[in-house]
């Protein structure tokens, strides 16, 4: 553990990036005002107590309290889920590896309901077919930008608006959004290649709106880490103890010297297909590296010392909200959120190129 990890000083994060951050000005002379981002869509996701769900605090009750969208539910993707029993496992970092600020701990035993879960994170293509069929506009596209990583950026010196001087390695794009990750600049990927590819630049209010006409969620934090242990009792990673076992690459996570050279050697510089590499022993892909994924729960450090133990929830209300499994941007050396117990948060309204989501079954 390094000197910040044991101080659990705050500092910058790979993993996300707000917009209410300070921003150092580029061609364009900063962000522009909030604009109707949010306003078209009004969706209040409600955490449901004990007592309003007879004992399953699991629930997200959402509520469409605007008409201004009409979701098909005629015309929803297929999602491959697997099917979990659910039980008792050790929730926490037993490694005590993580950043203190995150609260991994204390381990405990709890128990979660069974549940069914995407197989893989929701691709640019299920995203498409939810967009095709409904009209929606994220949050990027109302207000007309998104956090894109540095190396990343595709787009004329014109469509840069600044960066935040804590995590410079972030910066905001004109144009960018779930359709053009990099930006619009020339020789922007072709979107075609991308639909395979998990979708990203998409709020936690733009996933839970996917969510709502899909028929589905997001799952819990704890229904999360369940699934993505795969079965295995203790481990470091979704596959074992070891991050390369036998020499080979497990996840799409950075490799090279943070923030401003990635050697590549699992051959992506950003996203990857999903299902690039082998599966957990619950068969899920993309559970560590790749990128972040939305939870339904708020973030507090100190959630994991509730003792709820059945079906835990975070907080009521929050500021944040939690994502789990680390991105193509994690290292070691930085950020070592690709463990299977590593806790993070994001601004729930600031998109970027690094977070996206998976669904769970009603």
């Known amino acids: 553990m390094t000197e910040e990890q044991e101080s659990g000083a705050p500092r910058g994060s790979c993993c996300s ?10 061609a364009r002379g900063g962000l522009p005002r909030k604009g109707r981002a949010g306003r078209d869509v009004k969706l209040a996701v409600e955490d449901v107590d004990l007592a309003a769900t007879g004992g399953d605090t699991r629930v997200a009750a ?3 309290v605007s008409d201004a969208a009409h979701f098909d539910q005629e015309k929803l993707p297929r999602h491959d889920s697997v099917l979990l029993s659910g039980g008792v496992f050790s929730r926490g970092d037993a490694f005590r590896e993580g950043y203190p600020f995150d609260g ?83 020789g922007a990927v072709n979107f075609l290649e991308l639909l395979t590819h998990p979708v990203t630049h998409v709020t936690h209010r733009d996933a839970v709106s996917y969510c709502l006409w899909a028929g589905r969620r997001l799952p819990t934090e704890t229904e999360w880490e369940y699934a993505a242990r795969g079965g295995l009792v203790g481990a470091r990673y979704a596959w074992g103890d070891e991050l390369t076992p036998g020499g080979a690459q497990s996840c799409n996570i950075w490799q090279g010297v943070f923030p401003d050279h ?61 994502i789990r499994g680390g991105s193509y941007l994690c290292h070691e050396s930085y950020c070592n959120r690709y463990r299977v117990a590593a806790r993070s948060h994001a601004d729930p309204s600031s998109p970027s190129g690094n977070i996206g989501f998976r669904t769970v079954a009603l």
Do not use: K, M
């Open 104 to 186: 991994e701990l204390p381990v405990r035993e709890v128990f979660v309901s069974p549940f069914s879960i995407d197989r893989a994170p929701v691709t640019v293509a299920q995203f498409a077919a939810f967009v095709n069929a409904t009209g929606y506009v994220t949050e990027a596209e109302r207000d007309g930008y998104s956090a894109v990583f540095h190396l990343a950026v595709n787009a004329p010196s014109v469509a840069i608006l600044g960066t935040a001087p804590a995590t410079p390695w972030w910066v905001f794009v004109t144009g960018a959004e779930w359709r053009f990750p990099s930006g619009r600049g020339e």
């Open 17 to 26: 990036v707000s917009r209410s951050d300070p921003v150092v000005a580029g």
């Open 262 to 322: 990635n050697t590549a050697l699992d051959g992506y510089v950003t996203t990857s297909p999903v299902g690039t590499y082998r599966p957990n022993g619950f068969g899920l892909v993309d559970v560590a590296g790749n990128v972040w994924e939305w939870c339904a729960d708020w973030f507090s450090v100190d959630a994991y010392r509730s003792r709820e133990s059945r079906d835990p929830l975070g907080p009521v209300r929050g500021d944040r909200r939690i």
């Open 62 to 64: 959402i509520r469409e």
